[in-house]
């Protein structure tokens, strides 16, 4: 925007420096620039300096500002602030950026957007919001917004788009074209065709590169292709995302259990759909659960501490397989000074293997058909990587302690730590998979603690049996 499209920014501030700097981030300068003119109030230099930026420059600029700023840039940019911003922000901001707003603005703001995007910020709010901020919209987008959200959480009908378009197989490409150029109710950005019978039943796709290729005389039902990837509303998303990555896909239709076209699912919602699911998948293995960095110390706390707990008790449980040799480490404190380097050891291995293996899980690429081979390399993996490192420890814990015996005794420990820490690595999150928990969720505690123990027990079993120490 120029001064002279707007005059009300006669006296406005120079241009707007980069939004965003050379490694990716807001520029601090910009948003130093945005913060004073909220200071001020001064609402011409607020819509120069972020009143054309992209919504996720905008859901950027909302999470980094204070609470009372987050409003108030929304209140004077007015018109010009996109609510799909809100989709870019983190949960925490996007809650309290609502519950501030007035529901007349709130209304107006998601009537103005794609229905998937609509979903996203409805489905986290209180049933009772949810339903007055509905009872404010139009009848469609009501209907439509109110069966997505019927549709399970996670599933492909969360995040379906109802703006599409469908035409019957016996239009010709000329009438398509046509009905294309004069209708005013399109969505903005369409890929494809859909071809429905007079029931709505999904009967193929056409291409807008193949529909604008050919004669205008030519039969829709002649060149669309039949739909070989189409899924159901109730599909998890995370199985739409791998269909998406598995075929390199632009969109792919919708459908209910009747075969009946609901909408499309778009690359765009899928690459959200595939950082979430990663997201989820790393603080998961981390025992960190659904954490976000605008989180209070209090909701992180409580987030944290379930599976810390459960180390405690697994902690505890090490800590008594030391004591049953408490008299072997008497007898030799170099035992207590090495024994972290088994249990280290040990629990780097079956943590590389582990992450693998949950990732494999997740993708599909690990079965029963390639079980067998996958559990053969993983265990000719920690022999190698066991020898390797038991030589090495073992040439340093002699050459520390002046007794070549001891060397032996923890390079042995770390070898057979190594194979355990592969083999557990691996079954552990399968059996976990089996039986109906989340591997990336449960299977840190498990490798850790077992690993843990077998290094502690066989480094000091060793010990105790080639010096002759007492248990």
């Known amino acids: 925007m120029t001064q002279s499209e707007n005059p009300g920014a006669l006296h406005a501030a120079p241009p707007p420096p980069h939004v965003r700097d050379a490694s990716g981030h807001l520029d601090t300068d910009f948003v130093t620039r945005v913060e004073e003119a909220l200071d001020t109030r001064d609402a011409a230099v607020v819509r120069e300096l972020a009143g054309n930026l992209h919504e996720a420059d905008m859901g950027d600029l909302l999470e980094m500002l204070r609470d009372d700023d ?12 996109d609510f799909a911003a809100l989709t870019e922000t983190e949960e925490p901001v996007r809650a309290q950026v609502l519950d501030a707003l007035p529901d007349g603005d709130v209304v107006e703001g998601i009537g103005e957007l794609e229905s998937d995007d609509a979903v996203y910020l409805l489905e986290d709010m209180e049933q ?3 339903e007055k901020i509905l009872a404010q919209l139009p009848n469609v987008d009501q209907v ?3 069966r ?3 549709f399970p959480e996670d599933s492909a009908g969360r995040i379906v788009q109802t703006d599409f378009i469908a035409v019957p197989p016996f239009w010709t490409v000329g009438q398509v074209i046509d009905h294309l150029r004069s209708s005013k ?5 369409f890929y494809e065709l859909y071809v429905v019978d007079p029931g709505f039943r999904l009967l193929g796709a056409v291409a807008l590169d193949r529909l604008l290729r050919t004669k205008r005389s030519k039969k829709i039902s002649k060149i669309m292709e039949e739909t070989r990837h189409s899924v159901l509303v109730t599909d998890d998303q995370e199985d739409v995302a791998r269909l998406f990555e598995r075929y390199n896909l632009v969109s792919v239709a919708v459908t209910d259990t009747s075969e009946r076209l609901v909408g499309i699912v778009t690359v765009d919602d899928i690459v959200d759909v595939i950082q979430e699911e990663a997201e989820e998948d790393m603080l ?3 025992g960190v659960g659904d954490e976000e960095i605008s989180d209070s110390v209090l909701e992180i706390a409580k987030s944290r501490i379930s599976w810390l707990s459960v180390n405690v008790f697994t902690a505890i449980f090490a800590a008594f397989v030391i004591s049953i040799f408490s008299a072997t480490i008497e007898q030799m404190v170099a035992l207590a000074v090495l024994m972290p380097i088994v249990a280290s050891m040990g629990g780097n291995s079956g943590t590389q293997t582990m992450a693998v293996t949950v990732r494999a899980i997740a993708t599909q690429e690990l079965n029963r058909r390639n079980i067998l081979r996958v559990l053969r390399r993983e265990l000719l993996v920690g022999i190698i990587n066991g020898v390797g490192l038991g030589v090495l420890i073992g040439a340093i814990a002699g050459g ?7 060397g032996v005794v923890i390079g042995s420990a770390v070898l057979i730590n190594s194979i355990c820490a592969g083999l557990f690595g691996l079954l552990v999150p399968m059996g976990l998979e089996k039986i109906g928990v989340d591997p990336a969720i449960a299977s840190s505690v498990f490798v850790t603690t077992i690993t843990d123990v077998v290094g502690f027990f066989t480094f000091l079993f060793l010990a105790a049996w080639w010096f002759g120490l007492p248990f």
């Open 70 to 81: 987050r409003v108030l840039l929304i209140q004077l940019l007015g018109e010009e602030f």
């Open 128 to 130: 009772e919001e949810q």
């Open 144 to 146: 439509q917004i109110k």
């Open 148 to 150: 997505a959200l019927e």
């Open 185 to 189: 109710d399109l969505p903005d950005s």
């Open 284 to 286: 998961a293995m981390a």
């Open 400 to 406: 520390w302690f002046l007794n070549p015996e001891l």
